[in-house]
């Protein structure tokens, strides 16, 4: 893939946010093609990319190992998604204690998400998905970002925590339980089209998001530890010693840790 993510992520953390904006490009396909495939609204997906890459910019300094970056961005995405299912279950919970005057507003609700849904898009979306649902968990994830993503056995590997191998394994199996469907899944995952505002509408979010400083002091280093030693030395022997020479200075230290350990 083009844009190295270790260096990308460097200029990032250095303020560049064109580096960002590529880093958005490079990866908001993946992101939502995995958002799609656990929450199955394509409207609502596009939302969870947005805020998995404000989150992204959000901590990225808390990211030890740019190398893992894919799989890093794998985990933001599926614990939003977890987080947005466990809030809709919530709000469809008490559904059945609300009055009629919200009912009526619900009811109006789910009518125009129905007339929504006859678009011939979503319609071909959820043959998809019905279709998709004849795949092992695993295997659906993988065809769809293989189709939507347009991502290679390696790329999924590395965003899924898998070999390559098995992916070919669960890609080679999908499409053998899909047959006569496969084409049809691969035709509409590839014809998916992300909103072109969406990386201008990260960009626009990102204004208001304040990056997460790096946690914990850095360590100190071996020669701040030793010109601390150094002054404990002079306040050792009295402010009449005008000079002690740095490496004698440490040599005393050695000694004095020796004399302590014989007693």
Known sequence: ??????????????GDEIAFSALVKKYQKQVRALAWRKIGDFHI??????????????????LKEPKRFLGWIYVITTRLCLAWLRKKRIQ?????DTDITMGEKVSY??????????????????????????????????????????????EIGAFLGVSADAVKIRLRRARQRLKKEEPLIR??????????????????????????????SKPLVPWTIAASTVVVIFLMLGTETIFVPFSEALQFRCCIGNDRRTH
């Not at 893939?1 to 250095?14: F, G, S, V």
């Not at 590839?190 to 979010?205: A, H, R, Y």
């Open 187 to 216: 035709e509409a995952l590839e014809g998916f089209q992300l909103s072109i505002n969406l990386t201008k509408n990260i960009m626009q979010e990102i204004a208001h998001v304040k990056p997460i400083s790096p946690s914990g």
């Open 92 to 96: 469809m919970d008490p559904l059945e």
């Open 1 to 14: 893939m083009k844009n190295n993510d270790t260096e990308l992520i460097q200029r990032i953390l250095a």
């Open 109 to 154: 609700s789910r009518h125009v998400a129905d007339e929504q849904a006859k678009d011939m898009a979503e319609a071909k979306r959820e043959v998809v998905k019905k279709l998709l649902a004849k795949l092992k968990e695993s295997d659906r994830t993988v065809i769809t970002l293989y189709y939507f993503s347009e991502m290679t056995c390696a």
């Open 45 to 62: 997906a596009e939302e969870i990319t947005q805020d998995t890459f404000l989150k992204v910019y959000q901590k990225l300094s808390t």
